[in-house]
């Protein structure tokens, strides 16, 4: 996150930095992701700054890497959404563990010993 004084030529500054990283260290800044956000400037002046340098705007709050920025933290609505996101990460994460672990479990079984315990339980199953 840039914040800078409203102003054209810094935002035509910043652009020409932008492009200086990209031919010094070969690593785009994706346009498509890049936002202008307005602190006490006219929404229409944004747009048509934004339309012109190829940037879209947003408002704020906004959310950045799952965190709701210029929210209150002190809020739990505005946890809400973390911590779902966290809660379906671990979700995925057990049930994946787990698979993995009754994959190993019956991969590594020499086969013997798996065909012992079949003919086994399926002599008891018999004899009942």
Same mark, same amino acid.
């Given at each position: 996150?840039i914040?800078?004084?409203w102003s054209l030529?810094n935002?035509?500054? $910043?652009?020409?930095?932008?492009r200086?990283f990209?031919?010094?260290?070969?690593?785009?800044?994706?346009?498509i992701?890049?936002?202008?956000y307005?602190?006490?400037v006219?929404e229409?002046?944004?747009?048509?700054?934004?339309?012109s340098?190829g940037?879209?705007?947003g408002?704020i709050?906004?959310t950045y890497?799952c965190?709701?920025i210029?929210?209150s933290?002190?809020? $739990?609505?505005s946890?809400?959404q973390t911590?779902?996101?966290?809660?379906?990460?671990?979700?995925f994460?057990v049930?994946s563990?787990t698979?993995h672990?009754?994959e190993?479990?019956?991969?590594?079984a020499?086969?013997s010993?798996?065909?012992?315990y079949?003919?086994?339980d399926?002599?008891?199953s018999?004899?009942?």
């Amino acid at each position: 996150m840039i914040c800078l004084v409203w102003s054209l030529t810094n935002l035509k500054n $910043l652009v020409k930095i932008l492009r200086w990283f990209y031919l010094v260290s070969r690593l785009r800044i994706n346009v498509i992701k890049r936002k202008f956000y307005r602190v006490s400037v006219q929404e229409e002046e944004i747009q048509v700054w934004a339309r012109s340098l190829g940037n879209g705007w947003g408002t704020i709050p906004f959310t950045y890497l799952c965190v709701s920025i210029g929210e209150s933290m002190r809020r $739990l609505d505005s946890w809400k959404q973390t911590i779902e996101k966290v809660k379906k990460k671990q979700n995925f994460v057990v049930k994946s563990a787990t698979l993995h672990c009754l994959e190993l479990f019956y991969e590594t079984a020499p086969p013997s010993r798996v065909k012992m315990y079949l003919d086994r339980d399926l002599k008891s199953s018999l004899s009942i």
